[in-house]
């Protein structure tokens, strides 16, 4: 089974409400079930950026691939699915966004092969409570884990790679076109992040 999951909490209700027909359609077109919580999957977390990891926790268990997508972010173009770009052998896909000089990586859309890695990785990042009150929460625990060096409370971004682990070995980077920012604009974009 196929999993694509969101959520709106709080000041992303309403961005869901706008973004969630674009989910929906891509769902239907490739086989997935979407899955939006009712009840707010971290209530003891008071950045709802880690909801996101403990859902992801929730559901991994329940399915072969699952696709996160952020609620302030909207497919536009639907034709094809990402579960098929993601290369044998990577557990989890996602981006690396480059602008001003800075690597980044971009937990707002992930695609994961629900496997034993992938349990573990998100188990690990859901312990990494030393960036609960971070500007960059559960984006700070990936990079940790991929052995970026970066500093999250830095005025201007500062992140570049730094030693491979485990974790980044089996991550795969996907064009920007799979999450498309106003800083990192894609020519052909099928996801958009605003």
């Not at 950045?47 to 691939?65: E, G, S």
Request: charged content about 25%; some cysteine.
């Amino acid at each position: 089974m196929k999993i694509l999951a969101t959520m709106g909490i709080g000041k992303y209700e309403e961005m869901l409400a706008v973004t969630r027909p674009s989910f929906e359609r891509y769902a239907a077109l490739h086989g997935y079930e979407l899955r939006v919580p009712e009840v707010d999957p971290a209530p003891d977390r008071s950045h709802k950026q880690w909801a996101k990891v403990a859902f992801i926790n929730q559901l991994l268990p329940t399915c072969d691939f699952l696709l996160w997508i952020d609620s302030d972010a909207a497919i536009v173009n639907h034709s094809v699915d990402i579960a098929d770009e993601l290369p044998r052998g990577q557990f989890l896909g996602m981006l690396e966004h480059r602008y001003d000089g800075q690597q980044i990586p971009n937990t707002g859309v992930m695609a994961v092969r629900s496997d034993r890695h992938a349990r573990r990785f998100f188990k690990e990042m859901w312990d990494h409570t030393q960036y609960l009150e971070t500007r960059w929460h559960d984006n700070a625990a990936a990079l940790e884990m991929f052995g970026y060096e970066f500093e999250p409370e830095a005025e201007p971004i500062f992140c570049q790679p730094g030693r491979s682990t485990p974790w980044l070995r089996r991550t795969h980077f996907f064009g920007n076109e799979w999450n498309s920012l106003s800083q990192d604009m894609a020519l052909a974009p099928r996801i958009v992040h605003v």
